[in-house]
């Protein structure tokens, strides 16, 4: 007499490593797009990243005897150091994280050079070169010079400057600000919601 056939009960093998495998995709994707850091936070962050690589900048410009300085833009910056053979500015290539940074998201940064409370005449008030410079290096094709806005002398001696890092892509507005009182090391103050 035969038996009659049972209906198979339960998954295959192959129907839980498929779920499990969709399962990990999916978390992976949420992850990824998930962001742990506050915009305060990741202010706060990208602040302290400029402070420790202005901070090595001096320190080597010191320890090397070289010309330093940062071109700033709005949407980020980059490391300059002089080099006297070629009378040029070139970005520094070694390390890395001396070369381009742009900054994440809406952050903007804000450099203010002239007007500050403690400025003083100093050494680099001297430096009036620049704009002959600028001159000079402007072609028939109108390329843009590579010339530092903040300059790191071998001395140990910084250019004075106030840099406003802030983030107004939504409400409440955030704001850093570091500033530089001729040497290092800097000044940062802490997120705030107002300006400085």
């Given at each position: 007499m035969k038996q009659p056939q049972r209906a198979a009960l339960g998954f295959t093998l192959l129907e839980v490593i498929l779920v499990i495998l969709m399962l990990g995709l999916l978390?992976?994707?949420?992850?990824?797009?998930?962001?742990?850091?506050?915009r305060?936070?990741?202010?706060?962050?990208?602040?302290?990243?400029?402070?420790?690589?202005?901070?090595?900048?001096?320190e080597t410009a010191l320890?090397?005897?070289?010309?330093?300085?940062?071109?700033?833009?709005p949407n980020g910056y980059q490391f300059l150091v002089y080099v006297p053979e070629d009378d040029s500015w070139q970005p520094v290539e070694s390390p890395a994280s001396l070369g381009w940074h742009d900054l994440a998201g809406q952050q903007q940064l804000k450099l203010e050079l002239e007007g500050l409370p403690w400025q003083e005449d100093s050494m680099?008030?001297?430096?009036?070169?620049?704009?002959?410079?600028?001159?000079?290096l402007q072609t028939d094709e109108e390329e843009e010079a590579v010339l530092p806005h903040i300059f790191i002398l071998s001395s140990g001696e910084i250019?004075?400057?106030?840099?406003?890092?802030?983030?107004?892509?939504?409400?409440?507005?955030?704001?850093?600000?570091?500033?530089?009182?001729?040497?290092?090391?800097?000044k940062r103050s802490s997120v705030e919601s107002s300006p400085p």
């Open positions: 978390v992976s994707a949420v992850v990824v797009n998930f962001s742990w850091d506050s305060d936070d990741q202010l706060e962050q990208e602040a302290k990243r400029f402070q420790q690589l202005f901070h090595f900048a001096a320890m090397r005897q070289q010309e330093w300085g940062v071109q700033i833009k680099l008030g001297a430096l009036n070169w620049q704009n002959e410079r600028l001159e000079h250019t004075p400057f106030e840099l406003l890092l802030q983030d107004e892509s939504q409400r409440p507005f955030w704001y850093v600000q570091l500033r530089g009182e001729f040497s290092i090391p800097l």
